[in-house]
C-alpha cells in the first residue's frame, strides 16, 4: 500500500550544480541536503523543505521537463510568487484549476515547477 511520496527526482545537464543550488536555495527556499557518500559522486544536488523533498540527478543527454513537473504546495502564494519573480524567475500565473490559485516557474535548466495553493487556505 502506498503512503507518501518520498521525492520528486528531475534530470539537469552536467555541470548545473552551481545554478541549482543558487535557484532552490536562494529562490525557492529549500535547504540543500548532503547525498549519501556512495550517490554523490553521480553528481547532482538534494533539496528539502518541511516534507517536500526534490532530488535533481545528473543526465548526460539531458533534456528539461517541460509537461512533466512537481505539483508544490504553497502558503501564502502571493507574497511567494512575489519572491520568485523579485529573484529573476519567470512567474505564469494560471487561473484553470478550480479551487486553487497556481502558477508555474522553471529552475534554471528549463524543468517545469507547479506552486499552487487552495483557495480558502490563507
Known amino acids: 500500500m502506498l503512503a507518501a511520496v518520498d521525492h520528486v527526482q528531475l534530470a539537469a545537464p552536467p555541470g548545473s550544480e552551481g545554478a541549482l543550488r543558487a535557484f532552490y536555495v536562494d529562490v525557492l527556499g529549500m535547504a540543500e541536503v548532503l547525498k549519501p557518500p556512495v ?59 478550480p479551487g486553487h490559485r497556481r502558477f508555474y516557474s522553471e529552475d534554471p535548466v528549463g524543468n517545469r515547477l507547479e506552486f499552487l495553493e487552495p483557495l480558502g487556505s490563507v
Open 39 to 97: 550517490l554523490a559522486g553521480r553528481g547532482g544536488c538534494w533539496f528539502e523543505a518541511g516534507a517536500v523533498r526534490l532530488h535533481l540527478g545528473i543526465e548526460a543527454d539531458f533534456r528539461p521537463a517541460r509537461k512533466a513537473h512537481p505539483g508544490l504546495l504553497v502558503s501564502g502564494i502571493e507574497a511567494y510568487a512575489a519572491r520568485v519573480a523579485a529573484l529573476g524567475a519567470r512567474v505564469t500565473w494560471d487561473d484553470h484549476l
